[in-house]
């Protein structure tokens, strides 16, 4: 029981615990969407372009999640632009974003003469560092994120699984996709910090994927997704806090084996029960 | 009869009299949709040239043609998905979208990710969302037109299904009844009875024409000939242009048949046989996912 509660005494584990339990829960919010909806790699790019906007921050002194937000809003909206817009496909354009927007980080913080600040921190993330200020921000911009999503419940559903249907009947399914890539992008920044920037990807797409291969109803995908999330989070916080090891890489790690595990035992898995592997045959 | 009634051939030599002027204005204000040398197509590439049509409020239209013909892309451009090049078109009175709620879009199976997490009642449901507008939830009344809507399609015992895991028939029995749910006025359906059993088209078809008969007016394109010509009300056959526009007795004749499909058609003894009538369905346009559940039960 010790284990449990001493380091509640300090409060930089509270706060960690309380961003690692929002972290958990908006990303199996959204990254339910990101599931059904195939952004996986968009999400990734996302995270990646927040890197320019943080250095672009430290240089000017301004808020990180100001600069991570405006970054990675911007290029959500801009890839949501392009595969509308552009011939290219989604993907080539992304893979050009990425890489072109992580250089862009890259080269701006390799221009920083006066300090030199820890790339780990940002690449890997240092949950056990969030601030009180950083905690009420992180509150707040989860609570809109979700706030969205409860006011667009409806709409998003029938845009995510019929878009075409959906924007006939009068749905403006072209501002709910650029919603959606909005949401992914506000929830990489509130995850950020727990995870880093290279990991938020799993903390978006590992929890609602786990779910998806063991749920037949979206409510029951989201709930399922937002258990493992919150539950990976606080599980890898404390076992990296007792183990004095890296809390993002072992909240990932905790997320990838129940991932492996539903995978083995869940419906159409190699171990699932015959009856589920049936069911999943005639569901896809 | 109206214009719209007589035997059009556009394509080539003018068989039927031309629409006169008059005509033509009255025709469009009593259409429900009504097009005016419409060209469009998808990342310049042209795939319907020059259509004009005028569909009366309560008529059951089927559109056919070949594969490639534009079918698909007909019916995006009247449900709004998609913008003409040129010409103009008005849906229930207005541009494409104006009137969105009052109409029913149904995607080909194809377009329609059967793995989704969503029941049968989820989708009919979804019918009813853009009336309650946001942050509305479906209530009792909203309830009773889901249950009503699968008890005409004969769901009601499946309502809590997985989609994925319907038969084909049961598949298109589910999305016709989101759009009876929907109350619509204008039903625009892509290959409503395609890959499906004769019992389940011949349900299918009475609720479409018993719905035309409540002054609904009915799209659909269709493979199906047979089904064109014993079930449709009027025939459209397009192949990048309007070929023929009238009744479909009239439409459905050998010669203009093998205008509209090109040499894919054979004709023995009166009787019509047609090479490449397989249900493959058109190359998806860029931006729309295509799902091909090879897992589907027959």
Redesign the interface.
């Given at each position: 029981m010790d284990q449990i509660t001493a380091p509640l005494a300090y409060d930089f584990f509270v706060r960690a615990l309380v961003a690692a339990v929002l972290a958990g829960l908006v990303c199996a919010v959204v990254g339910s969407y990101v599931v059904l909806k195939g952004l996986a790699f968009i999400g990734d790019a996302i995270s990646h372009a927040a890197f320019p906007g943080i250095v672009a921050a430290l240089l000017l002194k301004g808020s990180f999640y100001l600069g991570a937000g405006i970054a990675a809003v911007a290029t959500a909206l801009a890839i949501g632009w392009v595969s509308r817009h552009s011939r290219l496909r989604v993907d080539t354009a992304i893979g050009v974003v990425f890489a072109g927007t992580f250089a862009l980080g890259v080269f701006l913080f390799s221009s920083i003469r006066s300090f030199v600040p820890e790339p780990l921190s940002y690449f890997f993330g240092n949950i056990l560092a969030i601030g009180p200020d950083d905690l009420v921000g992180l509150l707040v911009l989860g609570g809109v994120v979700l706030a969205l999503v409860a006011v667009f419940w409806k709409e998003l559903l029938y845009a995510t699984f019929d878009p075409l249907g959906a924007a006939a009947s009068g749905l403006p399914v072209a501002r709910l996709e650029y919603l959606v890539l909005a949401l992914v992008a506000l929830t990489i920044v509130v995850s950020v910090q727990a995870v880093g920037i290279i990991l938020v990807v799993a903390m978006l797409v590992t929890p609602a994927a786990t779910a998806q291969l063991v749920s037949v109803r979206y409510t029951r995908l989201m709930a399922t997704a937002v258990i493992v999330g919150i539950g990976s989070a606080v599980g890898g916080l404390y076992a990296s806090y007792w183990l004095d090891v890296a809390s993002g890489a072992t909240i990932v790690l905790i997320q990838t084996g129940l991932f492996l595990t539903a995978l083995l035992v869940g419906r159409g898995g190699p171990l699932g029960t015959r009856r589920a592997r049936a069911q999943m045959g005639r569901a896809g | 009869m109206t214009a719209s009634h007589h035997l059009h051939h556009d394509a080539a030599g003018d068989v039927a009299p031309r629409v006169h002027e008059a005509d033509a204005a009255h025709a469009r204000a009593h259409a429900d949709v009504w097009a005016q040398d419409v060209s469009v197509g998808y990342?310049g590439d042209p795939v319907l040239e020059h259509v004009s049509l005028a569909v009366e409020a309560g008529t059951l239209l089927a559109v056919v043609g070949p594969n490639g013909a534009g079918k698909s892309t007909l019916l995006?451009v009247m449900?709004?998905?998609l913008r003409p090049w040129s010409g103009r078109i008005e849906v229930l009175g207005g541009p494409p979208?104006r009137e969105?709620?009052r109409?029913?879009?149904?995607?080909q199976a194809e377009?329609?990710?059967?793995?989704?997490?969503?029941?049968v009642r989820?989708?009919v449901t979804?019918?009813r969302?853009?009336a309650?507008g946001?942050?509305r939830?479906p209530g009792p009344t909203d309830r009773r037109a889901v249950s009503a809507a699968l008890e005409q399609v004969k769901m009601s015992e499946h309502g809590a299904t997985?989609i994925?895991?319907l038969s084909g028939g049961q598949r298109r029995r589910v999305f016709l009844a989101?759009a009876l749910a929907?109350e619509?006025s204008l039903f625009?359906l892509d290959e409503p009875v395609t890959g499906i059993d004769a019992a389940t088209q011949e349900d299918l078809m009475d609720i479409l024409e018993a719905q035309t008969k409540q002054g609904k007016t009915v799209v659909a394109t269709t493979h199906d000939l047979a089904c064109a010509a014993s079930r449709f009300q009027r025939v459209l056959a397009i192949n990048r242009t309007v070929i023929a526009d009238g009744p479909s007795s009239l439409v459905l004749d050998p010669d203009v048949l093998s205008r509209a499909y090109g040499g894919h058609l054979l004709v023995l003894a009166g009787r019509t046989v047609l090479l490449d009538d397989a249900h493959h369905h058109d190359e998806p346009p860029?931006?729309?996912?295509h799902y091909h559940?090879d897992?589907?039960?027959p």
């Open positions: - | 990342d995006k449900a709004g998905l979208g969105a709620r109409v029913a879009y149904v995607p377009a329609v990710d059967w793995a989704f997490p969503v029941t989820d989708v979804m019918g969302y853009p309650l946001a942050l939830q997985q994925g895991s989101r929907s619509a625009l860029r931006g729309e996912r559940d897992r589907q039960r």
